[in-house]
């Protein structure tokens, strides 16, 4: 059974670029999650993506923009890039819209120089 | 507003000994969920525990136990005879309801790392 899965595992962009991180959900599951980590910190939410839509959004600005396919997979993209977007960036999958548990993937590592 | 505190940012216990992770929260729901997550150096988070605020039994997995008080609204962790496996950073987590869409996002505190000595 394979779980949450995420590419690339690490990636170095520059200020200004742009940037697409995937996410591949645990198989059954249909609602992906998107969380922002920095150094230390507690995982913020950023989105949430069921049945193809953002169904929520936390406190992150326009540039954080996503989507998801008809197979449940899901990217996160990042504009304009700042170098306070450097951090962990965790996908969470679960099943269905209610409070049940998500499983997050190994996360991808941004670095922005 | 839901909120999360957990207060101790890090704790180091030589191995074999018990511990308890605190975990504070604040929500308006009457009805809510508690989630425990531990997460490795590898990074990936690793889900620990689910309880409902209608249950305020004990729960005992193994080495470790989940201690839920309503009236004080904690919901503490303790690991028990720890091992140098123990050794993560672990996470209590809150969902809020997104009202109106069903959907649910986790607000998470910011963490209490362990270290188990050897």
């Known amino acids: 059974d394979a779980g949450v899965t995420q590419s690339p595992t690490h990636l170095i962009k520059t200020r200004g670029q742009q940037v697409t991180l995937r996410c591949s959900p645990k198989s059954g599951h249909d609602t992906v999650s998107w969380y922002q980590q920095a150094l230390g910190q507690g995982p913020q939410f950023i989105f949430q993506y069921y049945e193809e839509e953002e169904r929520q959004r936390g406190n992150f600005p326009d540039r954080f923009s996503g989507h998801q396919f008809p197979n449940y997979s899901s990217e996160l993209n990042v504009n304009a890039l700042l170098l306070g977007d450097s951090a962990l960036y965790l996908c969470?999958?679960?099943?269905?819209?209610?409070?049940?548990?998500?499983?997050f993937g190994p996360g991808t590592r941004l670095t922005v120089t | 507003a839901q909120k999360v505190t957990q207060a101790q940012t890090e704790i180091s216990v030589v191995e074999k000994e018990d511990v308890t992770l605190d975990c504070v929260y604040e929500?308006?729901?009457?009805?809510?969920?508690l989630f425990w997550y531990k997460q490795p150096p590898s990074g990936e988070l690793v889900f620990l525990i689910r309880?409902?605020?209608?249950?305020?039994q004990n729960e005992i997995s193994g080495r470790y136990s989940w201690n839920f008080q309503k009236s004080t609204s904690s919901f503490n962790f303790t690991i028990t005879a720890s091992q140098v496996v123990d050794s993560a950073v672990y996470f209590c987590a809150l969902p809020s309801l997104y009202s109106g869409a069903g959907s649910y996002q986790l607000t998470f505190g910011k963490g209490t790392k362990l270290s188990v000595i050897p």
């Open positions: 929500t308006r729901d009457t009805t809510y969920y």
């Open positions: 969470a999958s679960s099943l269905g819209q209610g409070a049940r548990e998500q499983y």
């Open positions: 309880r409902n605020s209608f249950d305020e």
